[in-house]
């Protein structure tokens, strides 16, 4: 360290030291956020899969029409092919927290003994455990949801299909790992033993079959394939069985949307990490620039290109080093704080939050080396200078700008003297543009999701019967003061089979709600209050009997013209698809009234959509709603608002919305910190060319305008090819929301906002970034600007 040359260094650095700090923030901050979700990912991948393994979920459920016995269980635990089985029931129910309040849905599961979970299991929190006769213990995520003041010793009501509101005490709180946190879904959660189903007026007959396979299966596929000689055993021993049902195997039912959230934000933070170490390289050519002159010198007495390089090798490797100590402990408390939130959001328990260590040394390694290789052009561009070329002026290439840019404009000619440098420049600016206006267009997207649910639903109020209602019951509605319109739809839960399939199979989650298939039957004279898109084929028509329409969740490979089976309730009906709709949430087949009651024997509609006067009170109409209803002796499963169905598929994408949101948010601060560099190079080796500019006459004004001209012009052309870069992106990435089942066809959806703020932002920050040293080199005098190096 000793070396002249080294010595020089240090009184660079010391020179420069503000930059020398921006490119450390501009390093740490994108390593901060490398780190941070590689963490986060390595944390979660194995504790979401441990989490809800933890559970022992049934890789498959099978419902008997009768009762499951102790010695069926037995038998079938004997089998080979079973690792282990237990029983439950699952009871669609609605509870209100205080007299007069709102109602919301409960998914009550029943299991015989809570000592004795096998399958599906769930682990006692607060309070009693096992719940006594008429009580019930609720998901520690539903609290809120529900809107209990306290966790235990409450009393709700309960109303079951076949039993009034009858009173239930809440005896303590449970972690179902396996469950959707409820303030996604908007429901309550809650468990119950036979004895308190029966005191709700329920019978206490539990009929579904827990069953997990051995060995171990390693698709849906094998799954299936294992249950349909099950089914097969079981018919054959006299118990008939209506469904199987086989949930994504062992998968979280909201894990497939945390891994792409995962994904995009590891994408946008690698790409963070590049901009930061464009950051560095354009800021080291701004220090590059000033030691033109005293490189050549060195070179001259015996430099070599070797050492130079090496010198500002080191420099950067200096560099990436104390923005990974810097970072090491914010990654340490992001990703944990990372942890912490997305495990809040899946209802998971993560068992050791420690990070691996290969996240620490994979963030090292990213911190030395890509700043290193991006440095590289311009470090290996200012080793190369020949000693002429150096001692001469700022090493421009004056050639080329004397022969290809004659005639270019002077802000522009001045731009493009240093093509490589232009190109890292205008890289930098380009990539920070496209990837913020994308992240803001794939937020825009997403947000959008829920804007296209509400212009295909033109309804206040769903309403879902346990019983059919007659078209008098359905008119009783219609003359609750404050409805506007009633539209009553058939609607029944089915089953796609397909060929060969002995017995029905959903591929739902235990809530009946994940993976959900619905038959449904818009009036007979059609709906004015949903209008689906079809994104292929057409709509119903009056007079189709076995014609369907398929939402593009239940749509899979089947196109129109294709012919598939429909099974409700075992009887299973063919069908011919006419069209294929885009619908936001669960899968839906649509078919005629006619076509309903020929697939269901059902007469009557089971749900109800209800449009409400615009200056009347929702919530109070809901309520005259269901008391009409009660006067009818209908019972209700449950009735959701739009605002509430709108909510729901919100809190569905709200992670990746923010996650979005903050990788903008920092994309643009590290854009922005290599810019005032960026900006600043452009001037920093000009003062000779000023003094000679002002020598023969140009004014202090001039000089100032063409720096900042020059500066506007980079902005201005960086801002633009952003723009164009950000559309493509952003196709990209909302092609792949899409095949997340959201929408059916991408939402395309631009940010005009972004388009416009990002370009005026670029254009004034240059402006501003070049205003001091344009202001500095406009005050030179001649004697000054020509004696500077």
Not at 4 to 29: F, T
Not at 597 to 605: K, N, S, V
Request: aromatic content about 4%.
């Amino acid at each position: 360290m000793r070396s002249p040359r080294w010595r020089k260094l240090r009184g660079d650095l010391r020179a420069a030291w503000g930059r020398v700090v921006v490119m450390q923030l501009a390093i740490a901050v994108a390593l901060a956020g490398v780190g941070t979700v590689l963490g986060a990912r390595a944390v979660l991948g194995r504790a979401i899969v441990d989490s809800y393994a933890a559970t022992r979920p049934a890789d498959a459920t099978f419902e008997l029409a009768g009762a499951v016995d102790a010695a069926l269980l037995a038998e079938l635990r004997a089998r080979p092919e079973v690792a282990d089985a237990d029983v439950r029931q699952t009871v669609h129910a609605r509870v209100q927290v205080r007299p007069g309040g709102t109602w919301q849905p409960l998914v009550l599961f029943v299991a015989p003994d809570f000592g004795a979970l096998r399958l599906d299991t769930f682990r006692p929190e607060e309070g009693a455990w096992p719940p006594p006769t008429g009580a019930i213990l609720v998901e520690r995520t539903a609290v809120a949801v529900m809107g209990l003041d306290a966790a235990v010793g409450a009393t709700v009501r309960v109303q079951t299909e076949h039993g009034g509101p009858r009173p239930v005490t809440v005896a303590g709180t449970v972690h179902d790992a396996g469950q959707a946190p409820s303030w996604q879904e908007h429901r309550g959660c809650a468990y119950a033993t036979p004895a308190t189903l029966a005191a709700l007026g329920e019978p206490p007959v539990l009929h579904e079959l827990l069953v997990r396979l051995r060995p171990d299966p390693r698709s849906t596929a094998e799954v299936e394939a294992a249950a349909t000689p099950l089914a097969r055993w079981l018919r054959d021993r006299g118990h008939d069985v209506r469904e199987i049902r086989i949930p994504k195997l062992r998968q979280h039912p909201h894990q497939a949307l945390m891994n792409a959230s995962q994904s995009v934000l590891l994408v946008f933070s690698l790409l963070l990490l590049l901009l930061s170490a464009i950051v560095v390289a354009t800021m080291l050519s701004a220090i590059l620039a000033r030691q033109t002159r005293e490189i050549g010198v060195m070179k001259a007495v015996g430099a070599t290109t070797g050492q130079l390089a090496g010198l500002y090798a080191a420099f950067v490797l200096a560099l990436g080093a104390v923005a990974v100590a810097i970072a090491a402990p914010i990654v340490y408390v992001g990703a944990r704080g990372m942890i912490a939130g997305i495990a809040f959001m899946m209802n998971i328990t993560v068992a050791d939050p420690a990070l691996p260590g290969w996240v620490f040394a994979a963030e090292a390694a990213l911190g030395l080396l890509l700043p290193l290789a991006i440095a590289s052009v311009p470090i290996l561009g200012a080793a190369r200078i020949t000693v002429r070329d150096a001692l001469a002026a700022s090493g421009a290439r004056r050639d080329f700008a004397r022969a290809a840019l004659s005639s270019v404009p002077l802000p522009i000619r001045n731009a493009l003297r240093r093509p490589a440098r232009l190109a890292m420049t205008v890289t930098l600016l380009v990539a920070g543009g496209a990837l913020a206006i994308a992240a803001l267009n794939v937020e825009r997207s997403l947000m959008q999701v829920t804007s296209r649910l509400a212009k295909a639903r033109h309804y206040d109020l769903e309403v879902r019967l346990h019983q059919p209602a007659r078209p008098d019951q359905v008119a009783a509605v219609a003359r609750v003061p404050g409805v506007r319109r009633v539209e009553a739809w058939s609607s029944a839960a089915a089953v796609r089979v397909l060929p060969g399939q002995e017995v029905d199979v959903a591929h739902t989650y235990p809530d009946g709600g994940h993976g959900s298939f619905t038959l449904s039957a818009p009036p007979p004279g059609g709906s004015t209050l949903v209008t689906f898109p079809i994104v292929a084929g057409r709509w119903l028509a009056p007079d189709d009997v076995d014609a369907v329409v398929l939402g593009h969740n239940a749509a899979g490979a089947a196109r129109p013209g294709d012919r598939i089976a429909l099974s409700v309730d075992g009887r299973r009906s063919t069908w011919t698809v006419v069209g294929i709709a885009e619908e936001v949430g669960g899968g839906s087949a649509f078919v005629t009234d006619a076509g309903f009651r020929r697939a269901t024997g059902i007469e009557g509609a089971t749900l109800l959509r209800v449009a409400v006067d615009g200056a009347t009170d929702r919530a109070a109409v809901s309520a005259a709603i269901e008391r009409a209803l009660a006067e009818l002796g209908l019972p209700v499963q449950y009735a959701m608002s739009s605002q509430v169905l709108r909510s729901i598929i919100e809190d569905h994408v709200v992670l990746v919305v923010r996650a979005v949101v903050a990788m903008a948010a920092l994309l643009a601060l590290v854009g922005l910190l290599g810019l005032g560099s960026a900006m600043a190079i452009n001037v920093a080796e000009r003062a000779r060319e000023i003094g000679v500019l002002k020598a023969i006459g140009a004014s202090d004004l001039r000089i100032l305008w063409i720096v900042v001209a020059e500066a506007a012009a980079v902005g201005a052309a960086s801002s633009v090819a952003g723009a164009l870069l950000a559309l493509p992106l952003s196709v990209v990435i909302e092609h792949a929301i899409a095949r997340g089942g959201f929408l059916a066809t991408p939402a395309f959806e631009i940010s005009v906002a972004a388009l416009v703020a990002w370009p005026l932002a670029v254009v004034a920050g240059s402006v501003l970034a070049s205003a001091l040293p344009a202001r500095r080199a406009a005050r030179l005098s001649v004697r000054e600007a020509l004696t500077t190096v």
